[in-house]
Nanobody
């Protein structure tokens, strides 16, 4: 089975930084697009940033210039560097990845989520 495990969440003051990590493990053949989503209380889950297998990135307008998504394909890991954090960034952050297991067919997988709290 495939599992995604996030880490790096926690409490930070406004203006501070955090670095989230998400490592994929299991019977992995190929990992395609990887992404970070977040969900704040009372709100729907939203896409924060994504990165293709080739390294092309996309960001939500609300985080452009502050967040950076990257990946290490040798470690099956995606990162989210979050700088200049704002109280509105507080949410549970979820890792997402398209992964094939012993074939070229990609399936969608989700991590369990990691809490990011920003104090003001």
């Amino acid at each position: 089975q495939v599992q995604l495990v996030e880490s790096g969440g926690g409490l930070v003051q406004a203006g501070g930084s955090l670095r989230l990590s998400c490592a994929a493990s299991g019977s992995i053949f190929t990992i395609g697009r990887m992404a970070w989503y977040r969900q704040a209380p009372g709100k729907q889950r939203e896409l924060v940033a994504s990165i293709s297998s080739g390294g092309s990135t996309n960001y939500a307008d609300s985080v452009k210039g502050r967040f950076t998504i990257s990946r290490d394909n040798t470690k099956n890991t995606v990162y989210l560097q979050m700088n200049s954090l704002k109280p509105e960034d507080a949410a549970v952050y979820y890792c997402n990845a398209a992964i094939s297991t012993r074939s070229y067919q990609l399936n969608d997988f989700w991590g369990q989520g990691t809490q990011v709290t920003v104090s003001s």
